[in-house]
């Protein structure tokens, strides 16, 4: 077992390569659509094409969970977000949403007072019965190094 003071660890979906480069196409969309404006109600194409473009094409490379010794970092699309190893009771893979063709599977930090916090940017999707296996991964990593952390250290 490593003492305290490992490099931090970044934790991501394969999925936002799929966001990022609808984000690109939808900024490529909107910037063809600035070349042919010739009238100001041109704008409405190239601002709904253009403003989750950029918004895509920027923030997704940036999403991530961030887990040190301290905790660990929720960085999503909408939130950012810092939870401390001693505010953490449990991390866990769970369902979010759900009903549909597919479900999505996160992982689920459980914080004191029972409350559930879904890391929805590491989401996996499987179908009604199966299980994730990166997510099931990632979490029982998050799960190890948050028991390691208590015991004084962090596991390798």
Same mark, same amino acid.
């Given at each position: 077992?490593?003492?305290?003071?490992?490099?931090?660890?970044?934790?991501?979906?394969?999925?936002?390569?799929?966001?990022?480069?609808?984000?690109?196409?939808?900024?490529?969309? *909107?910037?063809?659509?600035?070349? /042919?404006?010739?009238?100001?109600?041109?704008?409405?194409?190239?601002?709904?094409?253009?403003?989750?473009?950029?918004?895509?094409?920027?923030?997704?490379?940036?999403?991530?969970?961030?887990?040190?010794?301290?905790?660990?970092?929720? $960085?999503?699309?909408?939130?950012?977000? $810092?939870?401390?190893?001693?505010?953490?009771?449990?991390?866990?893979?769970?369902?979010? =949403? =759900? =009903?549909?063709?597919?479900?999505?599977?996160?992982?689920?930090?459980?914080? /004191?007072?029972?409350?559930?916090?879904?890391?929805?940017?590491?989401? =996996?999707?499987?179908?009604?019965?199966?299980?994730?296996?990166?997510?099931?991964?990632?979490?029982?990593?998050?799960?190890?190094?948050?028991?390691?952390?208590?015991?004084? *250290?962090?596991?390798?």
């Amino acid at each position: 077992m490593k003492e305290v003071g490992r490099a931090p660890r970044e934790l991501r979906s394969p999925w936002l390569l799929l966001s990022w480069v609808i984000g690109l196409v939808l900024l490529a969309v *909107g910037i063809g659509s600035v070349a /042919e404006w010739e009238r100001f109600d041109d704008i409405i194409p190239v601002s709904i094409f253009m403003t989750p473009g950029i918004w895509l094409t920027l923030r997704v490379p940036l999403c991530s969970v961030r887990i040190d010794e301290e905790g660990l970092r929720y $960085r999503g699309l909408f939130r950012t977000k $810092r939870f401390s190893w001693g505010e953490v009771t449990c991390i866990r893979p769970g369902v979010i =949403g =759900g =009903g549909s063709l597919l479900t999505s599977v996160a992982p689920v930090l459980v914080l /004191e007072g029972a409350e559930e916090v879904e890391l929805a940017i590491l989401a =996996g999707y499987v179908r009604k019965s199966d299980i994730n296996v990166r997510v099931s991964k990632q979490s029982s990593l998050m799960e190890s190094l948050r028991v390691g952390r208590q015991n004084g *250290g962090i596991p390798s």
